[in-house]
């Protein structure tokens, strides 16, 4: 039976019932939804305004549904138009006129905006303990790899050495980011809009701090119209998912290129690899892939929940209904890439060699050679800087690199030059120096990496 029966003369064509329903995708909500309930029968009976005995008797059956439905004793009814009305109408059948009073004072506009932000703050510290755990992967792979050189890439050009410990600390930073923004996510949805009623509150003398405090949270919302059509928290929430899946995406990439047979900087374990149909020696990052891909729907639940949102006046809207589905795809599936994500990194191989062959390669210690001549031989940098590019173009001709370039090749383009220049141009070197805050040096690194330990061990 619809709890709007009451005004209507005929019955609802079973079509308008399927396309109103929302019981698919709320039921997830059951436990939010008892849990609401609870505070709010707690709190009518404290208030005097239904009896305390059916209030106790309504929040021990609520808990004993609860139960039921976890333990599998009693089937969330598909055909019910959504989880409120599932709630209700089973405690009513259980517990008979109390059941009905539970609903006193509240109308599902505010319960419905409870109960999403419930479930939403629920998810939210689930996603925050995922990305807490991925940064302490890339933190301890820091440390293991503080002083492996290799290439640093700039429009994906080898151009100055790093390490590999140094290029992981990027993405830790990346995703400190990410939690931090579901921290102020979680601030700004700190308030329970339970009271707000329909759009008016209620003339019932509801004590809405009790309520609020009952279920987490700061205070109650201010403003009833705003408590029940605010739905920033899922865009804000959504857009924390996105630029989380954004960094998830480069990551993923890099992992792709870097097991490539052109790259062979790493391998990831087998376990999170597939092969191919056709070809034998096929071993792919398909995991990485799907990270990499599954981010392009994320944006589309934000772009979704803004467009929804944009043109509604005040205050509840049917078209809000489609909040639901939005935000819980996108922390679902940020949920689902994180999972596999942290013990992929944990496992895979890194090719320590192939990084420092590349290094070498790529002609990334040439501003250290600039570098040389400016600060050993007093020479202006852009004269280095012209001189250096020349012994470049010099290896290229000759197969070499900077390194193995004999030195009366270079004191051909540059008289000053001495053996001091195979110093200067070490990569162990190069990134050795790079001391400044935030720089490659190994010692940089290792603190780096201690410090996003400590952050996420607390």
Known sequence: MKLWKGRFKKEADPKTNDFNSSIAFDSRMYRQDIEGSIAHATMLGKQGIIDKEESMKICVELGKLREDIESGALAIDPDAEDIHTFVEQELTARIGNAGKRLHTGRSRNDQVALDIRLTLREACLGLKAQLRDLVRVLGEKALVYKAAVMPGYTHMQRAQP???????LAYAEMLLRDIGRFDDALKRMDQCPLGSGALAGTTYPLDRELTASLLGFSGPTQNSLDGVSDRDFCAEIAFAVSMAMVHLSRLCEELVLWCSWEFRFIELDDAFCTGSSIMPQKKNPDLAELIRGKSGRVFGDLTALLTMMKGLPLAYNKDMQEDKEAVFDAVDTLKLCLTPLAPMLETMTVREDNMRRAAAKGFINATDCADYLV???GLPFRDAYKITGELVA?????????E?????????????FDQGVYQAISLERATGDRKVLGGPAPENVEAQAKRVLGLVKK
């Open 375 to 377: 600060s050993q031989k």
């Open 404 to 416: 193995e370039l004999p030195l009366e090749e270079y004191q051909k383009v540059c008289e000053s």
């Open 394 to 402: 010099l290896c290229i001709d000759q197969g070499l690199t900077l």
């Open 162 to 168: 790093v390490t590999f410990g140094h290029h992981l």
